[in-house]
């Protein structure tokens, strides 16, 4: 759940941090696929599969989280995006916050309560979510236009507990113009 959270949060974060000198204009985010990208030492474990797409503006996924320990504002996020150009990362943006709450609260907060609505198995909707195992089951994402660079990136989210990272997940999505056509 956590993880796609911050994926959702990547989406909407992406259009107001990276470098305006490229090509853009009104368009959507496609999202082509999810990946872990966890380690071992990962307290925060996520498993996400993007389902179908439903139409052109609304992609369905579902996913199992593994949480060994709360998850809680105590977390921080560092997002590192690239957007790709011939095969290889032409530009590069890292954010980071030290507050994964305040994170989705500046960036992504209605889409992240909708997102924590999602989990089948959870008592409360809200942050912090104990420990345990969760299904995020039939989460509709709304891709709503907007403005952004078109074009290919990759976006790598970790989750933080200070400097160390404690959950990672990796997507691959574009963005496109209005008429599907990349720039």
Not at 135 to 162: C, M, Q, R, T, W
Request: glycine share 6%.
């Amino acid at each position: 759940m956590a993880g796609l959270l911050v994926i959702v949060s990547a989406l909407c974060v992406i259009d107001s941090v990276v470098n305006a000198d490229f090509f853009q204009g009104i368009g959507v985010w496609e999202t082509f696929a999810i990946k872990k990208c966890e380690e071992a030492s990962h307290i925060f474990k996520f498993d996400l599969t993007l389902t179908k797409k439903v139409n052109d503006s609304h992609d369905l996924y579902k996913g199992h989280i593994v949480l060994d320990k709360d998850f809680t504002q105590d977390y921080g996020v560092r997002l590192e995006i690239c957007k790709i150009e011939d095969g290889n990362c032409a530009m590069s943006q890292t954010i980071v916050d030290e507050c994964l709450i305040d994170f989705f609260e500046t960036y992504a907060k209605e889409s992240v309560a909708d997102c924590i609505k999602s989990i089948h198995n959870l008592d409360s909707p809200t942050i912090p979510i104990p420990k345990g195992e969760y299904d995020i089951e039939h989460y509709v994402y709304s891709h709503e236009p907007g403005v952004s660079i078109f074009g290919e990136y990759n976006i790598k989210a970790f989750i933080l507990d200070g400097d160390k990272e404690v959950g990672c997940i990796e997507s691959q999505m574009e963005f496109k113009n209005i008429d599907g056509v990349s720039k």
